[in-house]
């Protein structure tokens, strides 16, 4: 008789040990789906990323901009740069993602080709950096859900103001006064191109002292952004 109820303590033990855990990883996968409607109106006090760091006792420079008080043409340098067609899809560009399948092997197809302004902004909300396919797998759905309840222009405020612009930097007012000593909506449009041309890898592209290869991409930034009105009117009004 012992022994059976010995067993089925164990039995509602690890039962309870099960829910418990479902609990958790069902609270850290619904979690962020709450924030996106809390940040719909809040500004999000605080990233992963800056966590991560805060945690680490390493020091965070940041400053809320608010979206009108932005440079345009660094919205439209980023919007051309980082994400062309966010105006026409809604948080995923699909047909890009489908080009990355088809080849897997061009690495950067697989981290720039895909990767919309909404999938970086899930990532860098509520996720951790890094290529791996837990990652993309919840944020995907993060993405569409954020493109869903926030209007185009909040997207664009949120990434702009959470985005990572060197060790530490993060947002277009702490970028720009860094690298240029001007405010988020002073930037020339060599500026803002070269803002933009460094997202990939702002811990080693330098938008304030660039080399060769940076200018390089800044000036088809640039050139391209000249044609940005078409790609960004949902952004206007």
Known sequence: ??????EMWSRWNGRRVLRVGFAVVAAFVLLPYLLVVIYRFVDPPVSTLMLARYVTLQTVTRQWTPYDELSRNLINSVLMSEDARFCVHSGVDFDALRSVVESLDDEDAQTRGASTIAMQTAKNLFLWPGQNYLRKALE????????????KRRIVEVYLNIAEWGDGIFG??????????????RLTPRQAALLAASLPNPLVRNPGRPGPALSRLAARVEARTRGAGPWVKCLEG
């Open 1 to 6: 008789m012992t022994g059976s109820r010995q």
């Open 140 to 151: 995907i759905p993060l993405a569409l859900w954020i493109d869903f309840v926030w209007p």
């Open 172 to 185: 277009a007012a702490a970028a720009t006064e860094l690298h240029f000593g001007e405010g988020p909506s």
